[in-house]
T-cell receptor
């Protein structure tokens, strides 16, 4: 699986958009970009994933550059409850077996300031 | 909808004692996982299972054993607990259906202290 690079920590004001970057310059053509977050003392929570096109769901938007070497997770209107560690993971989407989980790095600690 | 449930949530063990962590999921998922997370670190995969009756080693399997006798349950055992196994343990599950990608659902964690 390709390696990812994320900033260790970021601050964002409450109500503003939080933009979390992730570099994955060695990503392969069949690897997806996944984002999870972990609020203190809880299990990680799936946010969004994508391959090439930008994706949006009720939680966030994912913007993937055209060369796929980097991506940005956008939380459009950050609240205090969005304070968490955010993990960017790249991984082949496999089915029918061989599902050996996802590899979590240290992620970005996003702190939403009131 | 319970999702992924882990028991116990908290446990203190003495060095050398044994114990089993139980994970149960009600989503009919084929894949299940056990991770550990140490302070300030990301999650590391201990063991995983791709179906009933199967298990495989992850990144840090030493000192742990697992069993998947029923599809909905995945047990993590510590045969002889050591202080280095003090950690938070997370169980997770996912579907093998292609449309789900690798979306993994996690339990709330089990805090284990070995003294």
């Amino acid at each position: 699986d390709a390696k990812t690079t994320q900033p260790t920590s970021m601050d964002c004001a409450e109500g503003r958009a939080a933009n979390l970057p992730c570099n994955h310059s060695t990503i392969s053509g069949n690897e997806y970009v996944y984002w999870y977050r972990q609020i203190h003392s809880q299990g990680p929570q799936y946010i969004i994933h994508g391959l090439k096109n930008n994706e949006t769901n009720e939680m966030a938007s994912l913007i993937i550059t055209e060369d796929r070497k980097s991506s940005t997770l956008i939380l459009p209107h950050a609240t205090l409850r969005d304070t968490a560690v955010y993990y960017c993971i790249v991984r082949v989407e496999n089915s029918g077996g061989g599902a050996d989980g996802l590899t979590f790095g240290k992620g970005t600690h996003l702190i939403i300031q009131p | 909808n319970a999702g992924v449930t882990q028991t116990p949530k908290f446990r203190v063990l003495k060095t050398g004692q044994s114990m089993t962590l139980l994970c149960a999921q009600d989503m009919n998922h084929e894949y299940m996982y056990w991770y550990r997370q140490d302070p300030g670190m990301g999650l590391r995969l201990i063991h995983y299972s791709v179906g009933e009756g199967t298990t495989a080693k992850g990144e840090v399997p030493d000192g742990y054993n697992v069993s998947r006798l029923k599809k909905q349950n995945f047990l993590l055992g510590l045969e002889s607990a050591a202080p280095s196994q003090t950690s938070v343990y997370f169980c997770a599950s996912s579907s093998r259906q292609a449309y789900s990608g690798n979306t993994i659902y996690f339990g709330e964690g089990s805090w284990l202290t070995v003294v």
